[in-house]
């Protein structure tokens, strides 16, 4: 029997010297050595078609020569493209504290918002059972993003809010689809190579509300288009939790993106909003950790001349 209670392990924290409140952290995946064995399963209740479910369903993966490939899916070759499903940052006390209560408040609107819970506390101390985040959901520091471009070459970027940053990274993936809609990708146990800098926060002309990243994308026949890319989660202008509202994350992350055209390159808000709607496009990374569903704003850098 599955423990439902029990939430996905993490490598670390790690403390990156020098890191204070206040930086940002920046995380380049390097390289991911994949393991052989991945696996992909369904339940009832899981992802957007979950009411479609009627029993546990598991896919049994042989990956291998960058691929994966499965006796429970006949004539399907899934191409590799690896990567860290959850990275991020510690949150501060007071971030802790406000995330409680936002989510509590939202558990009484929503019921599949799964609280803390002392029986499988790890340590087992009463002030982490009753205060510690669920690592399913992703938030403002990063956790279970599940952003599939955060591929080799890729970079993250955190804003720090304790010493030392305390990272942590875990849920390898072999592929995935934008959305994860199904509630898993190709799951897999992998050794991850990351670089990890540091932006001072006096070096700053804008520090992002949610974790932003770099990716390159290949485009056929021609080198491939470097992004810039911002992400939102459903929190409304009041601090409210909207439970997996993809419209709220949507202008979540056009508004992040705003910020970095206007702050970042110069541009002014309406000269920023055109750009944005000529240039930028809106990916669901993910909308199946509940309460908070991701979506990135992907602008393509290739479009700044001089």
Request: with cysteine; charged share 20%.
């Amino acid at each position: 029997m599955a423990e439902w209670d029990v939430d996905i392990p993490m490598t670390g924290p790690l403390f990156i010297q020098g890191a204070e409140p206040g930086d940002l952290l920046e995380v380049e995946t390097l390289h991911i050595d994949p393991d052989s064995f991945g696996f992909t399963p369904i339940t009832p209740g899981s992802g957007l078609l979950g009411h479609r479910v009627k029993s546990t369903y598991l896919v049994k993966w042989d990956i291998r020569d960058g691929a994966a490939k499965s006796g429970d899916l006949p004539r399907v070759r899934i191409p590799g493209a690896p990567f860290l499903g959850l990275m991020g940052v510690a949150p501060s006390p007071e971030r802790i504290e406000s995330l409680c209560e936002r989510e509590e408040e939202l558990a009484r609107r929503a019921s599949a918002v799964k609280l803390p819970k002392a029986a499988n506390a790890v340590p087992d101390l009463p002030e982490i059972g009753r205060r510690g985040l669920r690592a399913t959901p992703p938030r403002e520091f990063g956790g279970n993003m599940d952003i599939r471009q955060l591929t080799a070459g890729s970079k993250v970027t955190f804003p720090v809010e304790v010493p030392g940053a305390l990272f942590s990274a875990g849920d390898p993936h072999f592929a995935q689809g934008d959305g994860e809609s199904g509630g898993a990708a190709i799951e897999m146990s992998a050794t991850a190579y990351l670089r990890f800098s540091l932006r001072k926060a006096s070096s700053l002309k804008w520090r992002p509300r949610y974790p932003f990243f770099e990716f390159l994308e290949p485009a056929a026949g021609t080198p491939p288009r470097p992004y810039f890319a911002t992400t939102g989660l459903p929190i409304d202008v009041d601090g409210r939790n909207q439970f997996l509202d993809l419209n709220t994350a949507a202008t979540q992350a056009l508004e992040q993106m705003i910020e970095y055209l206007t702050i970042g390159r110069g541009y002014t808000t309406s000269q920023a909003y055109v750009i944005a709607s000529v240039a930028v496009d809106l990916r669901i990374s993910q909308v199946v950790d509940a309460p908070n569903a991701i979506v990135s704003a992907l602008l393509p850098l290739d479009i700044f001349v001089t």
